[in-house]
């Protein structure tokens, strides 16, 4: 019997051992891969370390551009990500599809009884040469472009509506991986980030 107790715990050490390998390996791997820009990365820097409750009223205001240029499918695609996941997080979910000054957002907020405004900013939006098929065109076709991942950055802003008091700034950046699919564009970095942003601020998966 004694024998027989050894060699389990040797077993399920070696198992644990394997297991935990395994995962280390494939953290290192994915690691390596970020740093080498064959891996698409998403990364949130915040001014304020806390979490939301789901049973939070919010309300999502429409992105505006900080720039103030032509990105009106980066613009549509970032607020439909953050509706569909604020809508999936957050059982008092509010928005409102029209543009609004952060005025209006406010008084929209308040007649909704909203606890907090997310005021979301699209701040970088690059559509560079990475796929294999840019990268044989070059800048031959693709002059005013320069190698390099695509690259994605936006903030969301988050008000108390009550106060107006800026509490939190929650910065977005999102580079994908080189040699990407020939289709790729920086609006396909948008979803994941919004998914990305959203589990750090509430802790839970969405989408």
């Known amino acids: 019997m004694r024998i027989l107790a050894i060699c389990f715990v040797a077993l399920v050490t070696t198992w644990l051992v394997s297991g935990c390998t395994a995962a280390y390996v494939a953290e290192v791997s994915h690691n390596v891969l970020k740093d080498i820009r064959l891996a698409s990365n998403y990364r949130v820097e915040r001014n304020a370390q806390w979490s939301i409750n789901s049973q939070t ?17 980066n613009l549509l695609t970032l607020y439909k990500s953050l509706h569909f996941s604020l809508q999936q997080t957050f059982p008092g979910y509010q928005t409102h599809q029209s543009s609004l000054s952060l005025t209006q957002a406010f008084n929209h907020a308040l007649n909704h009884d909203s606890e907090l405004l997310f005021w979301p900013q699209l ?34 802003l988050i008000y108390d509506v009550k106060t107006r008091n800026l509490i939190d700034i929650g910065t977005v950046f999102s580079r994908a991986k080189l040699f990407a699919a020939n289709e790729s564009l920086p609006v396909d970095l948008i979803h994941k980030a919004t998914i990305h942003y959203l589990k750090v601020i509430t802790g839970r998966n969405v989408g």
Not at 129 to 136: D, R
Request: glycine letters at 4%; proline letters at 4%.
């Open 123 to 156: 701040v970088v939006s690059e559509n560079n040469l990475n796929s294999v098929q840019e990268m044989i065109e070059g800048k031959s076709i693709h002059s005013d472009a320069k190698y390099g991942p695509d690259v994605v950055v936006f903030q969301v």
């Open 57 to 73: 009223a919010v309300f999502l205001a429409k992105p505006v551009d900080v720039l103030q240029q032509d990105r009106h499918r």
